[in-house]
């Protein structure tokens, strides 16, 4: 071990903790992961833990572990914060609690002066029709924890579906959000050490279909120096306000009015995987310098433009992508499966115009 | 698993293995490896088959792969040619046969017109005494087999030294070479696939210290279209007739008579790290895909300079290349020991006044 090597156990095991991994051990990183199987991601990429083996399986990892980080913001808090008292969880408690739950993280844009959509929090039928008079129409009912890839959410567009909205996703805690219009959904990664060392990625422009992330270019076109201060001032606040340890993500809305925040992530993100290839020093490898204690990574593009394709639901012809220059190919060794993520294909360019060329030599990838 | 996925096995599971693994996961390849024990560089990046384990672990590694590569060209040709019955391993036994005795070596590279050293086997006192004769002074005297970062190897300066050669190295078969006058050290790696697809590295210029590759800059200056056209063409010769699947590396002295080949290897090569981070396509993942029978990826340099530092004997200030642009760093999870090799600094640059300063901020990584 030398003087930066530290063993890191990672509570889960998928694509995320199998880039970490991929980009911690040239650091001198050793890995533990705590999974379901050892056919997950990660499995063949440290220390496998599984939750079937033993009642001890967490306890062996965080034994084996100098420092504790995890895949998801769903991750038990009770779990984190029990950990804690012997081995430093990075991001903290804070940070999970806050992002688990989409009204805390309403709260805290908003107590940080961070433009956000309107929204309310209903447990019933009645204060879903109380928040639907207030916020009015369109507006979007999600549940406050959980959803992912746009799991969990019915999109109010009158105010005679609300039964039916109850009815599909309620019974439990729920939020309203005032429908944001928005030119184009935006993101930043940004990184905080222990040290307090702030780095951040450029704003980078997303494509969703279906809910569900499908391209990410980097940066995001005719972005302007203002905007991108703008967001790396609201990251900073944010950074602080929750003594975050790690990457932090936030998806935001580019609006007539400036940027509006939609949700955070107290994690890597998909949204970052273009820094693999793309910068400098990718966002996992800075989020393993900041949870180890090291100094952070530039966050400089390493040419004008990166992209990133998802690999969706089926694998898609892969070997193709190999005889592309100027392509990455990033497969986590999982099966098919509709909507999952499989993997994904960063792209670099010097230009738009060849930026483009690729896409569309890519097109059997993208969404038709 | 992918259409494209395979299951590596790796006979040996030291730096170069990780490596490769690191560059073969996000291909979707899964690895095995077959080594000494779990402290070593690859150990957690795999199935791990001890030798230790019992007498089932080579079998049982086999048994794992679809494809058996190996680390080193001292790997034994009997072990590969009982594999190769059931699975095929690559680079194939004629690369191995041919590049694990010097003799053999120099021999193909005569038989392909390939400029190299005058030389002789020698296998007593006697027959040493008539090589000198023939082959004049200086001369090195080296074992056949073996022998690796300047071990094994005397260099007869006079032919008073002729016995003292023979205590200190003899005893087993050698080979004398005749002393090459030369401006500075070249090496260039070319991958060929199953299909013979062949593509080639730039030249890269080496340098040494006791022995050991201290640095690599890459491509090396200075070098003209016809030089590297020329090492081209060698390398394809070598490929061809060695029918040579996988990374091959051959070191090359500049001369005022052009280029003189000194030694090859069946592999990855310590030369070739700069492309982790320089090239389009690393050295390892080309290696994964010609073995897996992929398409090769592209050569190509990212920037117009690079260039890789070897962390040799201590770790040395690690924590200081983290906080440096353009600078990346590889450890390979090894106790410091002298003469060892602990991990490289790769480096990116635009000119070579870029390349210069960083090289002056990492002296402590270069020899005194």
Known sequence: MTPISKR?????????????????????????????????????????????????????????????????????????????????????????????????????????????????????????????????????????????????????????????????????????????????????????????????????????????????IAPAREVSEEIQQQAELYMQKLLDELDHVGVLTLELFETTDGLVANEMAPRVHNSGHWTIEGALTSQFENHIRAICGLPLGSTEPRQPLAAMINIIGETGPVEKVLTMDNVFLHLYDKAERKGRKLGHINLIADDEESLFSLFKELSDFLPK
Request: charged share 25%.
């Open 8 to 216: 890191v156990g990672v509570l889960g095991a998928g694509q995320l903790g199998r880039m970490l991994a991929i980009a911690g051990y040239p650091l001198g990183q050793k890995f533990g992961f705590y999974g379901m199987s050892d056919d997950e991601p990660s499995a063949l990429l440290g220390h496998m833990h599984k939750q079937s083996d033993d009642t001890d399986s967490l306890q062996k990892l965080v034994d084996f572990a100098d420092v504790i980080t995890y895949e998801s913001e769903n991750t038990d808090v009770e779990t984190v914060r029990k950990i804690s008292q012997t081995t430093p969880v990075y991001p903290g408690e804070k940070s999970l609690f806050v992002t688990q739950h989409r009204g805390r993280e309403k709260g805290m844009f908003d107590q940080l002066e961070i433009p956000c959509a309107s929204y309310r929090i209903v447990d019933s039928l009645e204060s879903l029709q109380l928040a639907v008079d207030e916020i009015g129409v369109p507006a979007i009912l999600k549940t406050t924890t959980e959803g992912y890839d746009g799991k969990g959410q019915f999109v109010l567009k009158e105010k005679e579906q609300i039964d039916e909205a109850w009815k599909s996703i309620g019974g439990r805690e729920l939020i309203l959000e005032g429908f944001v219009e928005f030119h184009r959904e935006l993101s930043i990664v940004a990184v905080r050490n222990a040290n307090n060392e702030h780095v951040y990625y450029p704003l980078v422009q997303n494509v969703h279909h279906e809910g569900i992330l499908r391209y990410t």
